[in-house]
Protein backbone atom coordinates (compact mmCIF):
# COMPACT_ATOMS: atom_id res chain seq x y z
CA UNK A 1 0.00 0.00 0.00
CA UNK A 2 1.06 3.58 -0.50
CA UNK A 3 2.18 6.57 1.37
CA UNK A 4 -1.31 7.90 2.61
CA UNK A 5 0.11 10.97 4.86
CA UNK A 6 -1.28 14.60 3.18
CA UNK A 7 1.41 16.43 2.91
CA UNK A 8 0.20 20.46 3.89
CA UNK A 9 3.16 22.79 3.42
CA UNK A 10 6.18 22.83 5.31
CA UNK A 11 4.80 24.29 8.69
CA UNK A 12 6.09 22.11 11.70
CA UNK A 13 3.55 21.77 13.76
CA UNK A 14 4.18 20.70 17.24
CA UNK A 15 3.84 16.70 17.46
CA UNK A 16 0.62 15.03 16.83
CA UNK A 17 -0.97 18.50 16.43
CA UNK A 18 -3.33 19.47 13.42
CA UNK A 19 -4.36 22.81 12.41
CA UNK A 20 -7.98 22.57 11.34
CA UNK A 21 -11.67 23.37 11.37
CA UNK A 22 -13.63 23.78 14.80
CA UNK A 23 -14.44 20.40 15.91
CA UNK A 24 -11.31 18.66 14.28
CA UNK A 25 -9.16 16.48 16.75
CA UNK A 26 -6.11 18.63 17.64
CA UNK A 27 -3.85 15.75 18.23
CA UNK A 28 -3.61 12.68 16.40
CA UNK A 29 -4.14 10.33 19.80
CA UNK A 30 -7.55 12.77 20.40
CA UNK A 31 -8.30 11.38 16.59
CA UNK A 32 -7.98 7.50 17.20
CA UNK A 33 -10.54 8.07 20.43
CA UNK A 34 -12.81 9.49 18.62
CA UNK A 35 -12.32 6.94 15.90
CA UNK A 36 -12.51 4.18 18.55
CA UNK A 37 -15.34 5.35 20.07
CA UNK A 38 -17.26 5.62 17.01
CA UNK A 39 -16.26 1.92 15.83
CA UNK A 40 -17.04 0.72 19.08
CA UNK A 41 -20.46 2.48 18.91
CA UNK A 42 -21.07 0.61 15.33
CA UNK A 43 -19.74 -2.78 16.75
CA UNK A 44 -19.48 -2.78 19.99
CA UNK A 45 -18.97 -6.84 19.87
CA UNK A 46 -15.50 -6.43 18.41
CA UNK A 47 -14.82 -3.37 20.70
CA UNK A 48 -15.75 -5.47 23.67
CA UNK A 49 -13.32 -8.10 22.45
CA UNK A 50 -11.27 -4.96 22.16
CA UNK A 51 -11.05 -4.07 26.20
CA UNK A 52 -13.70 -1.35 24.78
CA UNK A 53 -16.89 -1.44 27.16
CA UNK A 54 -19.03 1.30 26.65
CA UNK A 55 -21.36 -0.15 24.53
CA UNK A 56 -21.37 -3.99 25.60
CA UNK A 57 -24.74 -3.15 25.97
CA UNK A 58 -25.85 -2.45 22.46
CA UNK A 59 -26.31 -5.29 19.08
CA UNK A 60 -25.13 -4.44 16.18
CA UNK A 61 -27.28 -2.11 13.53
CA UNK A 62 -27.16 -3.93 10.35
CA UNK A 63 -30.37 -1.93 8.91
CA UNK A 64 -29.41 -0.51 5.51
CA UNK A 65 -29.13 3.03 6.78
CA UNK A 66 -27.00 2.36 9.25
CA UNK A 67 -24.52 0.14 6.76
CA UNK A 68 -24.84 3.40 4.83
CA UNK A 69 -24.15 5.57 7.59
CA UNK A 70 -21.37 3.52 8.02
CA UNK A 71 -20.27 4.37 4.61
CA UNK A 72 -19.70 8.02 4.86
CA UNK A 73 -18.54 7.97 8.15
CA UNK A 74 -15.67 5.59 6.99
CA UNK A 75 -15.11 8.49 4.62
CA UNK A 76 -15.01 11.05 6.83
CA UNK A 77 -12.76 9.38 9.42
CA UNK A 78 -10.59 8.35 6.29
CA UNK A 79 -10.24 12.32 5.49
CA UNK A 80 -9.66 13.13 8.81
CA UNK A 81 -7.05 10.43 9.85
CA UNK A 82 -5.14 11.07 6.32
CA UNK A 83 -5.16 14.89 7.21
CA UNK A 84 -2.15 15.03 9.74
CA UNK A 85 0.79 15.93 7.95
CA UNK A 86 3.64 13.44 8.55
CA UNK A 87 5.86 16.56 10.30
CA UNK A 88 2.88 17.05 12.59
CA UNK A 89 3.83 13.05 13.85
CA UNK A 90 5.66 10.86 15.75
CA UNK A 91 7.81 8.24 14.19
CA UNK A 92 4.82 5.90 15.48
CA UNK A 93 2.06 7.49 15.04
CA UNK A 94 2.86 7.97 11.06
CA UNK A 95 3.38 3.92 11.03
CA UNK A 96 -0.35 4.57 12.61
CA UNK A 97 -1.36 6.68 10.07
CA UNK A 98 -0.92 4.43 7.88
CA UNK A 99 -2.42 1.41 9.64
CA UNK A 100 -5.65 3.19 10.47
CA UNK A 101 -6.32 4.57 7.01
CA UNK A 102 -5.79 0.85 5.84
CA UNK A 103 -8.23 -0.43 8.19
CA UNK A 104 -10.84 2.13 7.05
CA UNK A 105 -9.90 0.99 3.56
CA UNK A 106 -10.56 -2.91 4.15
CA UNK A 107 -13.61 -1.80 5.76
CA UNK A 108 -15.10 0.61 3.18
CA UNK A 109 -14.24 -2.45 0.78
CA UNK A 110 -16.17 -4.68 2.22
CA UNK A 111 -18.96 -2.43 3.50
CA UNK A 112 -19.57 -0.64 0.57
CA UNK A 113 -18.06 -3.04 -2.30
CA UNK A 114 -17.95 -6.18 -1.61
CA UNK A 115 -20.66 -5.53 0.80
CA UNK A 116 -20.80 -8.83 2.86
CA UNK A 117 -23.93 -7.67 5.14
CA UNK A 118 -25.91 -8.06 1.83
CA UNK A 119 -24.79 -12.12 1.32
CA UNK A 120 -23.83 -13.40 4.28
CA UNK A 121 -25.55 -14.50 7.39
CA UNK A 122 -22.74 -15.44 9.87
CA UNK A 123 -21.82 -11.59 9.62
CA UNK A 124 -25.14 -11.22 11.90
CA UNK A 125 -24.13 -14.28 13.73
CA UNK A 126 -20.62 -13.22 14.85
CA UNK A 127 -22.00 -10.29 16.55
CA UNK A 128 -24.70 -12.19 18.20
CA UNK A 129 -22.18 -14.85 19.44
CA UNK A 130 -19.25 -12.64 19.82
CA UNK A 131 -21.17 -10.15 21.91
CA UNK A 132 -22.79 -12.67 24.51
CA UNK A 133 -19.92 -14.75 24.45
CA UNK A 134 -17.25 -12.57 25.66
CA UNK A 135 -20.33 -10.94 28.39
CA UNK A 136 -20.57 -14.78 29.81
CA UNK A 137 -16.88 -15.17 29.84
CA UNK A 138 -14.31 -11.84 30.07
CA UNK A 139 -14.43 -10.72 33.47
CA UNK A 140 -14.15 -7.11 32.45
CA UNK A 141 -16.94 -6.11 35.23
CA UNK A 142 -18.44 -7.71 38.06
CA UNK A 143 -21.11 -10.55 37.55
CA UNK A 144 -24.05 -8.41 38.32
CA UNK A 145 -23.40 -5.88 36.03
CA UNK A 146 -22.63 -8.34 32.92
CA UNK A 147 -25.82 -10.01 33.49
CA UNK A 148 -27.60 -6.46 33.71
CA UNK A 149 -25.36 -5.84 30.05
CA UNK A 150 -26.67 -9.09 28.66
CA UNK A 151 -30.24 -8.19 29.45
CA UNK A 152 -29.84 -4.84 27.86
CA UNK A 153 -28.36 -6.50 24.36
CA UNK A 154 -30.67 -9.18 24.10
CA UNK A 155 -33.25 -6.49 23.18
CA UNK A 156 -31.36 -5.60 19.75
CA UNK A 157 -32.25 -8.99 19.10
CA UNK A 158 -35.25 -8.32 17.01
CA UNK A 159 -33.71 -5.88 14.98
CA UNK A 160 -30.58 -7.46 14.38
CA UNK A 161 -32.69 -10.39 13.19
CA UNK A 162 -35.17 -8.13 10.93
CA UNK A 163 -31.94 -6.41 9.67
CA UNK A 164 -31.10 -10.13 8.04
CA UNK A 165 -34.23 -11.14 6.60
CA UNK A 166 -34.48 -7.61 4.91
CA UNK A 167 -30.65 -7.08 3.61
CA UNK A 168 -29.24 -10.77 3.43
CA UNK A 169 -30.53 -12.17 -0.39
CA UNK A 170 -29.19 -14.62 -2.27
CA UNK A 171 -26.10 -15.91 -0.01
CA UNK A 172 -23.64 -18.52 -1.34
CA UNK A 173 -24.88 -21.76 0.06
CA UNK A 174 -21.66 -22.51 1.89
CA UNK A 175 -22.49 -19.04 4.40
CA UNK A 176 -26.36 -20.05 4.36
CA UNK A 177 -25.49 -23.09 5.79
CA UNK A 178 -22.49 -21.91 8.33
CA UNK A 179 -25.05 -19.13 9.05
CA UNK A 180 -27.67 -21.77 10.20
CA UNK A 181 -25.00 -23.88 12.42
CA UNK A 182 -23.96 -20.42 13.91
CA UNK A 183 -27.44 -18.98 14.89
CA UNK A 184 -27.70 -22.53 15.84
CA UNK A 185 -24.84 -22.42 18.45
CA UNK A 186 -26.01 -18.94 19.34
CA UNK A 187 -29.74 -20.32 20.22
CA UNK A 188 -28.04 -22.92 22.37
CA UNK A 189 -25.43 -20.56 24.39
CA UNK A 190 -28.44 -18.42 25.27
CA UNK A 191 -30.97 -21.13 25.82
CA UNK A 192 -28.53 -22.60 28.55
CA UNK A 193 -25.02 -21.81 28.29
CA UNK A 194 -25.70 -18.65 29.94
CA UNK A 195 -27.14 -20.39 32.91
CA UNK A 196 -23.78 -22.04 33.61
CA UNK A 197 -21.71 -18.87 32.90
CA UNK A 198 -23.80 -17.48 35.53
CA UNK A 199 -24.62 -19.89 37.71
CA UNK A 200 -22.99 -18.18 40.83
CA UNK A 201 -25.51 -14.93 40.46
CA UNK A 202 -27.41 -15.29 43.95
CA UNK A 203 -31.24 -15.91 43.10
CA UNK A 204 -32.04 -12.62 42.82
CA UNK A 205 -34.96 -10.32 40.74
CA UNK A 206 -32.02 -9.90 38.57
CA UNK A 207 -31.27 -13.67 38.35
CA UNK A 208 -34.87 -14.07 37.18
CA UNK A 209 -34.59 -11.12 34.91
CA UNK A 210 -31.50 -12.63 33.04
CA UNK A 211 -33.86 -16.24 32.56
CA UNK A 212 -36.78 -14.58 31.38
CA UNK A 213 -34.24 -12.18 28.83
CA UNK A 214 -32.74 -15.47 27.63
CA UNK A 215 -35.83 -17.62 27.45
CA UNK A 216 -37.08 -15.07 25.28
CA UNK A 217 -34.06 -14.84 23.41
CA UNK A 218 -34.48 -18.35 22.74
CA UNK A 219 -38.05 -18.27 21.55
CA UNK A 220 -37.14 -15.48 19.15
CA UNK A 221 -34.40 -17.77 17.49
CA UNK A 222 -36.02 -20.74 17.29
CA UNK A 223 -38.80 -18.76 15.17
CA UNK A 224 -36.14 -17.01 13.30
CA UNK A 225 -34.92 -20.52 12.88
CA UNK A 226 -37.92 -22.33 11.23
CA UNK A 227 -37.79 -18.91 8.62
CA UNK A 228 -34.15 -19.46 8.04
CA UNK A 229 -34.68 -23.11 7.29
CA UNK A 230 -37.97 -22.29 5.04
CA UNK A 231 -37.03 -19.09 3.28
CA UNK A 232 -33.29 -18.40 3.25
CA UNK A 233 -31.83 -21.59 2.97
CA UNK A 234 -33.71 -22.35 -0.54
CA UNK A 235 -32.47 -19.45 -2.22
CA UNK A 236 -28.77 -20.06 -1.63
CA UNK A 237 -27.45 -19.96 -4.83
CA UNK A 238 -24.90 -16.71 -4.60
CA UNK A 239 -21.18 -16.93 -5.45
CA UNK A 240 -18.70 -16.44 -2.60
CA UNK A 241 -15.51 -14.92 -4.75
CA UNK A 242 -14.75 -11.96 -4.78
CA UNK A 243 -12.25 -11.63 -7.67
CA UNK A 244 -8.55 -10.98 -8.09
CA UNK A 245 -8.74 -6.58 -7.46
CA UNK A 246 -10.82 -7.03 -4.23
CA UNK A 247 -8.73 -9.73 -2.92
CA UNK A 248 -5.52 -7.59 -3.74
CA UNK A 249 -7.00 -4.76 -2.30
CA UNK A 250 -7.83 -6.40 1.02
CA UNK A 251 -4.22 -7.67 1.30
CA UNK A 252 -2.78 -4.17 0.57
CA UNK A 253 -5.43 -2.34 3.00
CA UNK A 254 -5.60 -4.78 5.92
CA UNK A 255 -1.76 -6.20 5.87
CA UNK A 256 -0.02 -3.78 3.54
CA UNK A 257 1.02 -6.05 1.51
CA UNK A 258 0.82 -4.96 -2.16
CA UNK A 259 1.95 -7.62 -4.36
CA UNK A 260 0.00 -8.55 -7.27
CA UNK A 261 -2.53 -12.19 -6.69
CA UNK A 262 -0.19 -14.64 -8.86
CA UNK A 263 3.09 -13.47 -7.14
CA UNK A 264 1.31 -14.58 -3.82
CA UNK A 265 0.63 -17.62 -5.56
CA UNK A 266 4.09 -17.95 -7.14
CA UNK A 267 5.65 -17.30 -3.34
CA UNK A 268 3.16 -19.87 -1.68
CA UNK A 269 3.82 -22.63 -3.88
CA UNK A 270 7.88 -21.91 -3.78
CA UNK A 271 7.48 -22.26 0.13
CA UNK A 272 4.87 -25.13 0.26
CA UNK A 273 7.99 -27.27 -1.52
CA UNK A 274 10.71 -26.35 0.96
CA UNK A 275 8.19 -27.33 3.65
CA UNK A 276 7.41 -30.52 2.08
CA UNK A 277 10.89 -31.24 1.71
CA UNK A 278 11.94 -30.48 5.23
CA UNK A 279 8.80 -32.14 6.21
CA UNK A 280 10.53 -35.62 4.35
CA UNK A 281 14.33 -35.03 6.03
CA UNK A 282 12.52 -34.46 9.43
CA UNK A 283 10.50 -38.17 9.24
CA UNK A 284 14.07 -39.10 7.58
CA UNK A 285 15.60 -38.70 10.75
CA UNK A 286 13.69 -41.01 12.99
CA UNK A 287 12.52 -44.04 10.08
CA UNK A 288 14.50 -43.42 6.67
CA UNK A 289 12.78 -46.51 5.34
CA UNK A 290 9.22 -45.46 5.79
CA UNK A 291 6.92 -42.97 3.81
CA UNK A 292 7.28 -39.60 5.71
CA UNK A 293 3.48 -39.46 6.11
CA UNK A 294 3.67 -42.96 7.70
CA UNK A 295 6.17 -41.89 10.04
CA UNK A 296 3.66 -38.80 10.92
CA UNK A 297 0.80 -40.91 11.37
CA UNK A 298 2.86 -43.05 14.18
CA UNK A 299 3.53 -39.57 15.95
CA UNK A 300 -0.38 -38.23 15.92
CA UNK A 301 -0.81 -41.69 17.84
CA UNK A 302 0.80 -40.44 20.55
CA UNK A 303 -1.36 -37.97 22.78
CA UNK A 304 -2.67 -38.14 26.27
CA UNK A 305 -5.35 -40.40 27.28
CA UNK A 306 -9.28 -39.01 27.44
CA UNK A 307 -9.21 -36.43 30.42
CA UNK A 308 -5.53 -35.82 30.36
CA UNK A 309 -5.20 -33.10 27.73
CA UNK A 310 -5.54 -30.25 29.99
CA UNK A 311 -2.81 -31.78 32.06
CA UNK A 312 -0.67 -32.24 29.26
CA UNK A 313 -1.00 -28.57 27.84
CA UNK A 314 -0.30 -26.95 30.88
CA UNK A 315 2.97 -29.49 31.17
CA UNK A 316 3.78 -28.03 27.39
CA UNK A 317 3.34 -24.32 28.26
CA UNK A 318 5.73 -25.11 31.79
CA UNK A 319 8.18 -26.60 28.98
CA UNK A 320 8.45 -23.71 26.76
CA UNK A 321 7.95 -20.95 29.48
CA UNK A 322 11.55 -22.59 30.98
CA UNK A 323 13.02 -22.83 27.39
CA UNK A 324 11.93 -18.95 26.38
CA UNK A 325 13.46 -18.08 29.57
CA UNK A 326 16.53 -20.45 29.37
CA UNK A 327 17.68 -19.74 25.81
CA UNK A 328 17.14 -15.61 26.64
CA UNK A 329 14.55 -15.38 23.79
CA UNK A 330 12.38 -12.32 25.59
CA UNK A 331 11.74 -11.36 28.42
CA UNK A 332 8.64 -12.08 30.11
CA UNK A 333 7.36 -8.56 31.78
CA UNK A 334 4.44 -9.81 34.13
CA UNK A 335 4.36 -12.30 37.27
CA UNK A 336 0.84 -13.44 36.01
CA UNK A 337 0.51 -16.49 33.78
CA UNK A 338 -2.28 -17.67 31.56
CA UNK A 339 -4.66 -20.52 33.69
CA UNK A 340 -4.46 -23.94 31.46
CA UNK A 341 -7.78 -24.93 31.82
CA UNK A 342 -10.86 -27.25 30.06
CA UNK A 343 -12.86 -25.16 27.93
CA UNK A 344 -15.55 -24.24 29.20
CA UNK A 345 -19.03 -26.38 28.22
CA UNK A 346 -20.23 -23.08 26.10
CA UNK A 347 -16.36 -22.29 24.71
CA UNK A 348 -15.66 -23.59 21.06
CA UNK A 349 -12.62 -25.30 19.26
CA UNK A 350 -9.53 -27.37 20.35
CA UNK A 351 -6.92 -24.82 22.02
CA UNK A 352 -7.48 -20.82 21.84
CA UNK A 353 -5.93 -18.37 23.82
CA UNK A 354 -8.13 -15.79 26.23
CA UNK A 355 -5.40 -13.31 27.25
CA UNK A 356 -6.38 -9.90 28.75
CA UNK A 357 -7.02 -7.07 26.14
CA UNK A 358 -4.57 -4.69 26.40
CA UNK A 359 -6.80 -1.78 26.09
CA UNK A 360 -8.46 -3.57 29.61
CA UNK A 361 -8.58 -0.27 31.54
CA UNK A 362 -8.09 -3.38 34.84
CA UNK A 363 -6.23 -6.75 33.18
CA UNK A 364 -8.51 -9.38 33.43
CA UNK A 365 -7.22 -13.17 33.77
CA UNK A 366 -5.90 -14.87 30.95
CA UNK A 367 -6.63 -18.15 29.79
CA UNK A 368 -5.40 -20.89 27.84
CA UNK A 369 -8.29 -23.24 26.86
CA UNK A 370 -7.96 -26.91 25.44
CA UNK A 371 -11.24 -28.50 24.77
CA UNK A 372 -10.64 -32.64 25.87
CA UNK A 373 -12.75 -35.72 24.30
CA UNK A 374 -15.64 -36.01 25.70
CA UNK A 375 -15.85 -39.56 28.12
CA UNK A 376 -19.08 -40.35 26.58
CA UNK A 377 -17.77 -40.21 22.94
CA UNK A 378 -16.98 -43.40 20.96
CA UNK A 379 -13.34 -44.79 21.56
CA UNK A 380 -12.85 -44.42 17.95
CA UNK A 381 -14.36 -40.20 17.80
CA UNK A 382 -11.90 -39.81 20.92
CA UNK A 383 -8.92 -40.98 19.11
CA UNK A 384 -9.49 -38.79 16.25
CA UNK A 385 -10.39 -36.00 18.29
CA UNK A 386 -7.05 -36.26 20.50
CA UNK A 387 -4.92 -36.96 17.69
CA UNK A 388 -4.37 -33.45 16.86
CA UNK A 389 -3.19 -33.20 20.55
CA UNK A 390 -0.57 -35.55 19.75
CA UNK A 391 2.26 -34.61 22.31
CA UNK A 392 4.04 -32.80 19.29
CA UNK A 393 1.61 -30.69 17.93
CA UNK A 394 0.34 -29.48 21.23
CA UNK A 395 3.45 -28.47 22.33
CA UNK A 396 3.76 -26.32 18.72
CA UNK A 397 0.00 -24.76 19.44
CA UNK A 398 0.91 -23.99 23.30
CA UNK A 399 3.91 -21.95 21.41
CA UNK A 400 1.46 -20.32 19.34
CA UNK A 401 -1.06 -19.97 21.93
CA UNK A 402 0.62 -18.88 24.32
CA UNK A 403 4.83 -19.16 24.85
CA UNK A 404 6.19 -17.38 23.26
CA UNK A 405 3.10 -16.61 20.77
CA UNK A 406 -0.13 -14.70 21.03
CA UNK A 407 -0.68 -14.65 25.37
CA UNK A 408 3.37 -13.24 25.33
CA UNK A 409 2.71 -11.01 22.23
CA UNK A 410 -0.64 -9.46 24.38
CA UNK A 411 1.61 -8.84 28.11
CA UNK A 412 4.31 -6.94 25.92
CA UNK A 413 1.14 -4.94 24.01
CA UNK A 414 0.77 -3.22 27.16
CA UNK A 415 2.79 -0.68 26.63
CA UNK A 416 2.46 -0.41 22.95
CA UNK A 417 2.59 3.26 22.47
CA UNK A 418 -1.02 4.56 21.19
CA UNK A 419 -3.95 2.64 21.06
CA UNK A 420 -3.79 1.94 17.11
CA UNK A 421 -1.71 -1.37 17.56
CA UNK A 422 -3.43 -2.71 20.47
CA UNK A 423 -6.59 -3.29 19.05
CA UNK A 424 -7.74 -6.50 17.07
CA UNK A 425 -9.99 -4.44 14.18
CA UNK A 426 -12.35 -7.23 12.83
CA UNK A 427 -14.07 -10.54 12.87
CA UNK A 428 -14.45 -13.15 9.66
CA UNK A 429 -16.02 -12.18 7.66
CA UNK A 430 -14.62 -9.01 8.48
CA UNK A 431 -11.36 -7.51 7.49
CA UNK A 432 -9.07 -8.31 10.20
CA UNK A 433 -5.28 -7.79 10.00
CA UNK A 434 -3.65 -11.00 10.56
CA UNK A 435 -0.07 -10.67 9.67
CA UNK A 436 1.38 -9.07 12.47
CA UNK A 437 -0.93 -10.88 15.10
CA UNK A 438 -1.42 -14.36 14.09
CA UNK A 439 1.90 -13.95 11.71
CA UNK A 440 3.98 -13.87 15.51
CA UNK A 441 2.25 -16.57 16.57
CA UNK A 442 3.26 -18.32 13.87
CA UNK A 443 6.64 -17.08 13.86
CA UNK A 444 6.83 -19.19 17.35
CA UNK A 445 6.40 -21.87 16.41
CA UNK A 446 9.23 -22.01 14.05
CA UNK A 447 11.94 -19.97 16.63
CA UNK A 448 11.55 -22.48 19.59
CA UNK A 449 11.90 -25.29 16.87
CA UNK A 450 14.99 -23.82 15.55
CA UNK A 451 16.17 -22.65 18.84
CA UNK A 452 16.26 -26.94 19.78
CA UNK A 453 13.71 -27.26 21.78
CA UNK A 454 13.11 -30.79 23.38
CA UNK A 455 17.18 -31.37 22.10
CA UNK A 456 16.22 -30.86 18.45
CA UNK A 457 13.82 -33.88 18.52
CA UNK A 458 12.39 -34.34 15.15
CA UNK A 459 9.42 -34.86 16.25
CA UNK A 460 8.37 -31.67 17.28
CA UNK A 461 10.39 -30.68 13.98
CA UNK A 462 7.33 -32.82 11.93
CA UNK A 463 4.70 -31.19 14.38
CA UNK A 464 5.85 -27.84 13.42
CA UNK A 465 6.00 -28.43 10.16
CA UNK A 466 2.44 -29.77 9.50
CA UNK A 467 0.98 -26.63 11.04
CA UNK A 468 3.39 -24.89 8.96
CA UNK A 469 1.87 -26.56 5.73
CA UNK A 470 -1.42 -25.93 6.97
CA UNK A 471 -0.82 -22.20 6.88
CA UNK A 472 1.26 -22.11 3.36
CA UNK A 473 -2.08 -24.08 1.83
CA UNK A 474 -4.40 -21.38 3.34
CA UNK A 475 -2.49 -18.86 1.09
CA UNK A 476 -2.76 -20.68 -1.85
CA UNK A 477 -6.46 -22.04 -1.05
CA UNK A 478 -8.18 -18.99 -0.44
CA UNK A 479 -6.46 -16.96 -3.38
CA UNK A 480 -7.32 -19.67 -5.90
CA UNK A 481 -11.16 -19.82 -4.94
CA UNK A 482 -11.89 -16.22 -4.73
CA UNK A 483 -9.64 -16.24 -8.52
CA UNK A 484 -12.09 -18.96 -9.47
CA UNK A 485 -9.16 -21.72 -9.85
CA UNK A 486 -10.35 -24.01 -6.95
CA UNK A 487 -13.99 -24.95 -6.16
CA UNK A 488 -14.24 -26.00 -2.73
CA UNK A 489 -14.25 -29.94 -3.49
CA UNK A 490 -10.62 -29.04 -5.29
CA UNK A 491 -9.52 -27.09 -1.92
CA UNK A 492 -10.25 -29.70 0.28
CA UNK A 493 -8.53 -32.17 -1.76
CA UNK A 494 -5.50 -30.15 -2.09
CA UNK A 495 -5.46 -29.33 1.71
CA UNK A 496 -5.58 -33.62 2.14
CA UNK A 497 -2.62 -33.89 -0.23
CA UNK A 498 -0.41 -31.04 0.14
CA UNK A 499 -0.71 -30.61 3.83
CA UNK A 500 -1.69 -34.48 4.83
CA UNK A 501 -4.99 -33.72 6.65
CA UNK A 502 -7.72 -35.86 6.92
CA UNK A 503 -10.99 -35.60 5.07
CA UNK A 504 -12.90 -33.21 7.68
CA UNK A 505 -10.35 -30.98 8.41
CA UNK A 506 -9.29 -30.26 5.01
CA UNK A 507 -13.46 -29.69 4.37
CA UNK A 508 -13.51 -27.42 7.14
CA UNK A 509 -10.00 -25.65 6.27
CA UNK A 510 -11.60 -25.56 2.49
CA UNK A 511 -14.84 -23.78 3.20
CA UNK A 512 -12.90 -21.18 5.61
CA UNK A 513 -11.22 -19.83 2.98
CA UNK A 514 -13.98 -18.73 1.34
CA UNK A 515 -15.14 -16.31 3.92
CA UNK A 516 -11.63 -15.61 4.97
CA UNK A 517 -9.96 -14.31 1.75
CA UNK A 518 -6.59 -13.24 3.32
CA UNK A 519 -6.38 -16.39 6.06
CA UNK A 520 -2.86 -16.21 3.94
CA UNK A 521 -1.78 -13.81 6.46
CA UNK A 522 -0.30 -16.52 9.16
CA UNK A 523 1.79 -17.57 6.21
CA UNK A 524 2.98 -14.15 5.17
CA UNK A 525 3.60 -12.56 8.32
CA UNK A 526 6.02 -15.44 9.61
CA UNK A 527 7.74 -15.09 6.03
CA UNK A 528 7.76 -11.47 6.69
CA UNK A 529 9.21 -11.47 10.23
CA UNK A 530 11.87 -14.14 9.37
CA UNK A 531 13.17 -11.73 6.64
CA UNK A 532 12.60 -8.21 8.72
CA UNK A 533 14.78 -10.40 11.74
CA UNK A 534 17.51 -11.15 8.99
CA UNK A 535 17.49 -7.64 7.64
CA UNK A 536 17.81 -6.43 11.02
CA UNK A 537 20.55 -8.19 11.66
CA UNK A 538 22.28 -7.38 8.69
CA UNK A 539 22.13 -3.69 9.45
CA UNK A 540 23.29 -4.39 12.98
CA UNK A 541 25.85 -7.06 12.69
CA UNK A 542 27.38 -8.40 15.57
CA UNK A 543 25.58 -5.84 17.79
CA UNK A 544 22.30 -7.92 16.74
CA UNK A 545 20.69 -9.55 19.53
CA UNK A 546 18.00 -11.95 19.36
CA UNK A 547 15.92 -11.28 22.69
CA UNK A 548 16.15 -7.44 22.18
CA UNK A 549 15.29 -7.96 18.17
CA UNK A 550 11.77 -10.24 19.60
CA UNK A 551 10.87 -7.66 22.57
CA UNK A 552 11.22 -4.73 20.23
CA UNK A 553 8.63 -6.93 17.58
CA UNK A 554 6.37 -7.63 20.23
CA UNK A 555 6.43 -4.25 22.20
CA UNK A 556 5.62 -2.70 18.57
CA UNK A 557 2.06 -4.41 19.27
CA UNK A 558 -0.54 -5.99 16.18
CA UNK A 559 1.11 -4.28 13.09
CA UNK A 560 1.44 -5.13 9.43
CA UNK A 561 4.90 -6.11 9.21
CA UNK A 562 5.59 -3.07 6.69
CA UNK A 563 4.90 -0.98 10.04
CA UNK A 564 7.45 -2.91 12.14
CA UNK A 565 9.98 -2.48 9.14
CA UNK A 566 9.35 1.36 9.32
CA UNK A 567 10.07 1.24 13.00
CA UNK A 568 12.98 -1.69 13.22
CA UNK A 569 14.86 0.15 9.89
CA UNK A 570 13.64 3.87 9.65
CA UNK A 571 13.43 4.57 5.79
CA UNK A 572 13.62 0.93 4.65
CA UNK A 573 12.09 0.47 1.08
CA UNK A 574 12.49 -3.20 0.32
CA UNK A 575 9.54 -5.52 0.18
CA UNK A 576 8.43 -6.80 2.92
CA UNK A 577 8.29 -10.39 1.74
CA UNK A 578 9.74 -11.58 -1.30
Known amino acids: MRAVALMIGVLAWPA ?54 EVTALKRERKLIAAFP ?35 PMVYGDALFAGVHNLMTMESAPLEVRARTLIAKLRGLDALLAALKANVSHPP ?39 MATAAAAATLDAFLQWYQASLL ?47 EAAARIDPKRPAIDVWHDIEKDHPPQGGVVAAAKAAVDQLTAFVIAKGLAEIPTAERPIVAAAPPFDLGLASSHASPPLEKTPVTSYYYVTDARADWPRDRQDAWLRKFNRSTLT ?5 EVMPGHWLH ?19 PF ?11 HYAEQLVVDQGLGDNDPRLKLGQLSEALTRICRLISSAKLHLGQFTVDQAAAFFEKEAHLP ?38 GASFDLKRFHERVMHNGIAPWWAHRQLLLPGDNRPVIE
Open 86 to 120: ANALTPDERVDQRILVGIIDGWLLDVETIASWKKN
Open 396 to 400: IISAH
Open 431 to 441: PQPSSGQDGWA
Open 234 to 280: PTADGSFAIGQRNLEARYRAEELIDLPAPTLLAIGLRELKKAQAQFT
Open 503 to 540: APAARNEAERGTYDPTNGGYFLGKMAALKLRADVQARE
Open 173 to 211: KLYAERGQRMFTGAREAIGSDVALAFAKLPASKLRDSLA
Open 410 to 428: AMHMRETPGKVRRIWIGLN
Open 16 to 69: GRIAGAQGTPATFAMAVDQWLDAFARRHPSIAAGNGIHAYDDRMEDFSAGAMAR
